[in-house]
């Protein structure tokens, strides 16, 4: 039986501030929320990769592409710096000299830069001014960089903030995980009676073990016998329709932003899905029950060359979630093919 498709658009902003909504929730055993650490985040911490840049609207505007990396650990200090901006804030960028040999481009995309939004590994901005760009070309490939270029910003400090490890003994391949409830980076969870803490990061230790991050101070506990109620829930700034339903089908949920698919997250209900296009102002979520979003290993995993045929990725993603509705054979990581789970057993 095909599985249904459905499509859910943000509407026009009702709701005034900020609301937690609660998506999912579930009993875990196997958790442990560790001593918290100290961690010092500065204005260029650990940020050492290179974005593709974009320019358009007569070079006064651009988007800044980190998600074409090969390390998904750059992603997490990428994150933590532009989540800090406030829209309106001035970007100096540094180390912008750029030379394409091949066709006789150099260009300087040093200057300054108005933050307006940061969405999944993709910064948008508008250029107050650069000291050179080329009449040729529109897209700034990454590869031609001479240097790092790197964006300071004035108004953040260096700050000291505590931060809470809770860890799931499980892994992240079972239904007594966060995974599993589709958490990402920015929803909020609630372990037992605790006030909801922000998710900073999501990872799996060396040992298999799944933990997240949490950007705040909790008590040091050992609740790996004891029967831990976790909520995922989620921050609407936007309208939404109805209260959403806990105990729904997942599947992969799929968020676009100007046509362009800027994520796609496993195990999310329908409901959990819907929310995420009350998040930001301008996303659209789609979501198909009963499959996976496909993996790094497929030909979704493009590098285009000018800023139309990122929707490629769009129509490519949605083809290789149809295709993967009916899925066989063994749990298999690190293989290409699109009949194996690729360590998604859900």
Do not use: W
Request: charged share 20%.
């Amino acid at each position: 039986m095909k599985n249904p498709r459905q499509n859910t658009k943000s509407k026009p902003s009702l709701i005034k501030k900020e609301k937690l909504i609660l998506v999912r929730e579930g009993l875990f055993f196997g958790l442990t929320i560790e001593r918290s650490k100290s961690d010092k985040n500065t204005i260029n911490r650990g940020i050492v990769s290179t974005p593709n840049f974009v320019f358009y609207s007569s070079n006064t505007k651009c988007l800044i592409d980190y998600t074409n990396q090969t390390n998904d650990n750059i992603i997490e200090p990428i994150t933590k710096f532009f989540t800090q901006l406030n829209t309106g804030t001035t970007l100096n960028l540094y180390n912008g000299t750029y030379t394409d040999t091949n066709s006789n481009i150099d260009a300087d995309l040093t200057g300054q830069y108005t933050f307006r939004s940061y969405i999944n590994g993709i910064v948008r901005a508008d250029v107050v001014s650069v000291e050179s760009l080329s009449s040729n070309i529109s897209r700034y490939d990454k590869t031609r960089f001479n240097n790092i270029p790197f964006f300071v910003s004035n108004t953040i400090e260096d700050q000291t903030f505590v931060t809470t490890v809770v860890k799931n003994k499980f892994g992240k391949n079972t239904k007594n995980s966060f995974n599993y409830l589709g958490v990402k980076v920015g929803d909020y969870v609630r372990i037992g009676t605790e006030e909801p803490k922000r998710v900073t990061e999501i990872n799996v230790d060396s040992d298999g073990s799944e933990y997240v991050v949490l950007d705040a101070q909790l008590t040091v506990q050992d609740l790996t016998s004891t029967p831990t109620k976790v909520e995922i829930i989620i921050s609407v700034i936007d309208s939404y329709r109805g209260e959403p339903k806990l105990n729904e089908s997942v599947g992969a949920c799929i968020e676009y932003f100007n046509g362009v698919v800027v994520s796609c997250t496993d195990n999310h209900t329908p409901s959990q899905c819907r929310l995420r296009a009350s998040t930001t102002k301008g996303i659209i979520t789609e979501i198909t029950t009963g499959t996976f979003c496909s993996t790094p290993e497929t030909d979704t995993s493009v590098q285009t060359n000018i800023t139309e045929s990122l929707v490629q990725v769009t129509s490519a993603l949605a083809a290789a979630i149809t295709n993967t509705t009916t899925i066989s054979g063994p749990i298999l990581k690190g293989t290409n093919s699109k009949n194996s789970f690729y360590g998604r057993p859900f």
